[in-house]
């Protein structure tokens, strides 16, 4: 019975966890990474080269996803391969890679929107808050608690990967899961909306019409922010999230032409007096 | 004040062990930990020698590009740019023109600088992403041959060569006569001037695309929205911090699960109770 040593499975998960993205190309993304990580665990499995060339062939194939949450598809992958070493039925090439293709489009969907799209940046926002008049506990609060959280998830699912190997992937795409998973979501949509409201601020200066101050009888400008925000809070600036949501999700439009789209509106709104920084030296 | 060769040196290193994707000391510590702004801000104010302003300078460009997610490699903006060519320039900006570094116009300046550079770090990451396919084919070569330990070199030594070439020697050039540019920025770009205040317009009109990156993918159905505008007004109308907001959306998401689970153990009553995950 054949058992990969604690020493190589280590080597292995910190191989992944360095190495997933280090020599990104667009042709294989992750593919190098990933026989990598999976080189130490071959040759330890198997005893010729030649055997070992074989198998390492196993992970030719392209693969990407978000790849810290990926770390499970690399620990399910190490206890498949000890599984096949000891001659276990019905897990070949094929069933490997079926396996990494079925899960790297969740993971990546799971991890781009939790990890990367809620977590980090609700971390950050934390981060700014501490880092008001410049103090230092901002960034380092971030370096730490980042750092420790992400890398001990990272060795845990990797190490459940490989634990349950198979018998992982229901835990990833079972109903149970999804249901968690929908709810962190419901958690996600509140936070991305409170981030608006904290950290985008977007005014026009139009003014509407003059009053007339009742006691020196001087003009004063209605401005159309006040009454906007009169009427719901910061409404303009969630219009813009919205608009630019909406073409990205429901028209298609790359994040760089929605850019460029801003970069227009913001020359045609300032010469349209619509927008004013009203900033100076 | 300038910026020397070799403070401009240390930035373009920093800007190798930070840069996206495949930055040379990995994803969770390169890309997701020195490379965003706010991180970034407390090596670039120790090289600089002024941490605290470098931190709040660093502060309206973070927030640009708070919610920035590359689904399948494709970068809107790569931030390696934003943080060690962006917030060094805007530092030396805002201290040359004897701006208040907290105050309104240094912001401004800050977010606008931001929001420039950004498409300099795009340039670079598909730069490093296209040489890099040297290093892979030359290793799929070796492969061929039973060569094994050529995935150590392609993993490891040979992108820091590509990072040389892409990250090192522009970051470190663009610093260094980019402070010497940016010491005339008062009188070749002032404030009142209509383009400069489209750029500053900018500043404030990008992190909307960043939250909208953000959104797209939390949510599925136009409905989901709710839970959005709902937690915009939390912070906006009520005021709340992110924190609180955040212990309000967790009593929604705990509310959510319990239903979702009553009604999966309804689906699958009469089939043996499943353990939890």
Not at chain 1, 148 to 165: A, H, N, P, R, V
Not at chain 1, 214 to 222: A, F, H, L
């Amino acid at each position: 019975m054949k058992k990969i040593s604690k020493a190589s499975l280590s080597k292995s998960f910190w191989r992944w966890w360095y190495g997933n993205l280090t020599c990104f190309t667009h042709e294989h993304m992750q593919t190098f990474g990933y026989m990598w990580s999976m080189l130490p665990i071959i040759q330890e499995l198997y005893p010729t080269k030649e055997e070992q060339a074989e198998k390492l062939r196993t992970y030719y194939p392209f693969f990407n996803t978000e790849p810290q949450i990926g770390c499970i598809v690399v620990g399910i992958t190490a206890g498949l391969e000890e599984a096949r070493a000891n001659g276990a039925e019905g897990i070949d090439d094929e069933m490997i890679n079926g396996i990494r293709a079925g899960l790297m489009g969740p993971l990546a969907g799971i991890g781009d929107s939790l990890i990367v799209g809620t977590y980090i940046p609700v971390l950050l926002g934390i981060a700014l808050g501490l880092s008001e008049g410049g103090s230092v506990l901002g960034p380092i609060f971030y370096i730490i608690v980042w750092n420790i959280t992400s890398i001990w998830f990272q060795k845990f699912i990797y190490d459940k990967g490989y634990e349950l190997g198979g018998n992982a992937v229901e835990m990833i795409v079972g109903e149970q899961a999804m249901a968690f998973r929908e709810s962190i979501i419901v958690l996600g949509r509140i936070i991305v909306g409170a981030m608006a409201g904290s950290w985008v601020s977007i005014n026009t200066s139009v003014i509407l019409t003059y009053g007339l101050d009742p006691e020196t009888g001087d003009k004063i400008p209605v401005f159309l922010q006040e009454k906007l925000d009169g009427a719901f809070p910061g409404v303009l600036t969630m219009v813009f999230v919205l608009l630019c949501w909406w073409l990205m999700s429901k028209k298609k439009v790359s994040p760089v032409k929605v850019m460029l789209l801003m970069v227009i509106l913001a020359f045609v709104g300032v010469l349209i007096g619509f927008f004013d920084p009203g900033l100076s030296y | 004040m300038s910026i020397s060769w070799l403070q401009a040196g240390l930035l373009g290193f920093m800007s190798v062990l930070a840069a996206s994707t495949p930055a040379a000391l990995g994803t969770t510590v390169g890309n997701y930990t020195l490379n965003r702004p706010l991180v970034a801000s407390l090596f670039v104010g120790l090289i600089l020698g002024d941490v605290p302003g470098a931190i709040t300078i660093a502060i309206p460009m973070q927030i640009i590009y708070i919610a920035l997610v590359t689904p399948g490699g494709t970068v809107a903006a790569d931030l390696r740019a934003v943080s060690y060519i962006g917030i060094p320039l805007a530092y030396v900006t805002c201290v040359s023109q004897g701006l208040d570094l907290a105050g309104a116009e240094a912001q401004g300046i800050a977010g606008a600088l931001g929001a420039l550079v950004g498409t300099v770090g795009t340039v670079m990451f598909y730069g490093t992403a296209m040489m890099n396919l040297f290093w892979q084919h030359y290793g799929w070569a070796r492969l061929d041959k039973g060569d094994f330990n050529v995935l150590t070199k392609v993993e490891v030594f040979l992108p820091i060569v590509t990072h040389i070439v892409i990250s090192f020697i522009p970051v470190t050039i663009l610093v260094y006569y980019g402070a010497g540019a940016v010491e005339n920025f008062k009188s070749a770009l002032p404030m009142e001037a209509w383009y400069m205040k489209a750029l500053f317009t900018l500043g404030s009109l990008l992190p909307a695309v960043g939250i909208a990156i953000l959104l797209k993918s939390v949510i599925n159905k136009t409905t989901d929205l709710i839970y959005f505008v709902g937690g915009f007004a939390l912070a906006k109308s009520l005021g709340l911090s992110l924190l609180a907001a955040t212990a309000i959306g967790g009593m929604f998401a705990f509310v959510n699960f319990q239903i979702a689970m009553a009604s999966y153990k309804g689906a699958s009553s009469g089939a043996d109770d499943e353990e939890d995950i």
